[in-house]
């Protein structure tokens, strides 16, 4: 295979995690919601619980596998000569997604720490509040998208 479809497969891989990765940060905070409009019914309580912890790990095994691929997409060319980069010049754009990458991790922490924090008993923030929270990651994700695609500075 050469570098160039290699470059293609891995960059295919990680856009692949990503999106998955994504499906958990928008659908995590919808079961908070749920979480808090159901808090005397302990049968529904207990099967959100169990879907939010085995969407919180899936979450954080597709945004590692996101980041490695992503890392190979970053630095690869320091282990495989020839190997396409876009660490070079102009790549300013990088550390901007990269910046708000962090700030949507950030947010997917939250809401994990907010679902084990039901586990054990502590109250959620309003509906309201958890489904304002549910939206801005939808935003950060435009901005990332844009700066993908625009490459601005």
Do not use: C
């Not at 808090?36 to 879907?51: F, G, H, P, Y």
């Not at 190997?83 to 700030?103: D, E, I, R, S």
């Not at 994700?141 to 700066?147: E, N, S, Y």
């Amino acid at each position: 295979m050469d570098k160039a479809s290699l470059y293609l497969w891995v960059k295919t891989f990680h856009l692949v995690f990503v999106i998955a990765w994504m499906a958990t940060v928008f659908y995590l905070p919808r079961i908070l919601v749920n979480l808090a409009e159901t808090k005397d019914q302990a049968d529904v309580q207990a099967r959100l619980l169990l879907m939010g912890r085995k969407l919180y790990r899936f979450g954080h095994n597709m945004f590692g596998l996101a980041v490695i691929l992503g890392l190979v997409l970053w630095l690869g060319y320091k282990v495989i000569p020839g190997f396409p980069t876009m660490a070079a010049p102009g790549a300013g754009w990088l550390h901007a997604k990269l910046t708000l990458v962090v700030l949507v991790l950030a947010h997917f922490i939250v809401a994990g720490r907010w679902l084990k924090g039901v586990e054990k008993g502590r109250a959620l923030p309003s509906s309201f509040a958890l489904r304002l929270f549910n939206e801005a990651p939808v935003i950060v994700l435009t901005g990332i998208v844009w700066l993908v695609l625009a490459k601005p500075f």
